[in-house]
């Protein structure tokens, strides 16, 4: 497999502009709908507004339209680091309060993972094939993996209830997940890529569970 191109140690400052004017927007607009999506009614967007299939999506979109992978994994953690900020920021402005650790452990979370889908994001703009196979398996095994937790938490082998909201998330989050598959991976790399799949799966299921308890942990001990 070659090496993705990022000849740069350091981001030029046209391509740092170029990342910070993609990251903010992005980032403003996804915390603004996390914020706003909490007092929705409607289940899915409730749901969504609280899923991390959008910010997987939105750091890999601010990734693809970056010019190095460094800028991509850069693009991808301030734009989530940003909608961290802005989703906090809408809570204050709701007149709700909150406790400041609670904004350390979603920073400590959501910046590495934007730099990880980012970076991906990166691979499918700069690189060749190859790269855009490995980061479509990365992206659609996120979100087959938020779709597991999330059936795990229905006991969803008991029965599936389609009108519960982590059903419907997880129905989206699994389309999702199919359509990235579509759209990036040659049909000559189809088999490569299935086959990727579950242990790729299996390993964001394990995180999903780690970062789900750190977080109650932290919560609990507010």
Partial sequence: M?????????IPRSCAVRVVATALPLGLLLGAYSAVGDGIDAMVINGL??????????????????????????????????????????VLIGGHSFPLP????????????????????SWCAIAGDRWRTAAAILVSSALLAEAAHRLMALRAWTGIEWDRTYTQVATADALAAV??????????????????????????LLLFVVA???????????
Avoid: H, K
């Fill in 102 to 121: 609670f904004v350390v452990a979603w920073l400590a979370v959501a910046a590495p993972s934007g730099a990880l889908f980012g970076l991906a994001g």
């Fill in 179 to 204: 359509a990235v598959l579509l759209i990036l991976v040659e049909r000559r790399r189809w088999l490569v890529a299935l086959a990727m799949l579950p242990p790729v799966t299996g390993i964001g």
């Fill in 2 to 10: 070659s090496e993705p191109p990022d000849a740069a140690t350091v």
């Fill in 212 to 222: 789900g308890g750190i977080l109650g942990w932290v919560i609990a001990g507010r």
């Fill in 49 to 90: 507004a609280n899923a991390a299939g959008p910010w997987i999506i939105t750091a890999f979109l601010a990734g693809i339209v970056q010019r190095s992978t460094r800028a991509g994994g850069s693009a991808g953690a301030l734009t989530l680091a940003t909608a961290v900020a802005a989703y906090y920021g809408g």
